[in-house]
């Protein structure tokens, strides 16, 4: 009997590894009616990654603000995807990702440009370890559908290996030749 309640038990004493940061993005005061008057509670949103190419997000409603914090943490570290970066600091293409009314545009950019994000769409790109990309959010400003409009636009990021084994071919016939200058751009100048 024992041997079995270890067994079942055995992922839940598993220790959290300090491997994954997170970012709280915002906190909120609610508050519920009842007879006696009102009852005060918080709901915590939180983005969690490893900065190296995993985030996730989470959201968690308590009483008191660590609690809130730790329920969206913990939510956040079970549903977190993987998103392949070009030189492990900026996407493989441009995208746009939406939900609900929230809308966003992302884009590739070259070294030294940095996170050019607003707010929630800056935590998930820093959590994801991104660090050259320009996006824009257009549409709602709301930070939950703004992050779910961002991981959207993230889960439909695909690397040229991905794409290359979908279509059956090598990754050298996937991306453009930028190996020799164009004899036409030789015979203009």
């Not at 969690?48 to 409603?61: L, P, S």
């Not at 607003?118 to 709602?140: H, T």
């Not at 889960?155 to 036409?184: F, M, N």
């Amino acid at each position: 009997m024992a041997e079995r309640e270890n067994r079942r038990g055995k992922g839940r004493d598993r220790e959290e590894t300090p491997e994954f940061a997170d970012r709280l993005v915002a906190i909120n005061r609610v508050s519920k009616t009842v007879k006696g008057g009102k009852r005060f509670g918080f709901a915590a949103l939180v983005v969690v990654g490893d900065q190296k190419g995993r985030v996730g997000f989470g959201k968690g409603k308590a009483k008191e603000v660590p609690e809130a914090i730790r329920k969206a943490t913990e939510q956040a570290k079970r549903q977190m995807i993987r998103v392949p970066l070009r030189e492990g600091r900026t996407l493989h293409h441009d995208m746009a990702g939406r939900h609900g009314a929230g809308k966003v545009v992302m884009r590739t950019a070259p070294t030294g440009t940095g996170i050019i994000a607003g707010g929630p769409m800056r935590a998930v790109f820093e959590m994801l370890g991104v660090q050259d990309v320009v996006a824009k959010s257009i549409g709602s400003q709301n930070p939950y559908n703004m992050i779910r409009a961002t991981l959207d636009g993230l889960t439909k990021e695909s690397s040229p290996r991905q794409v290359a084994q979908r279509r059956g071919k090598k990754v050298a016939d996937i991306l453009p030749k930028t190996d020799a200058p164009a004899p036409a751009a030789e015979a203009e100048a």
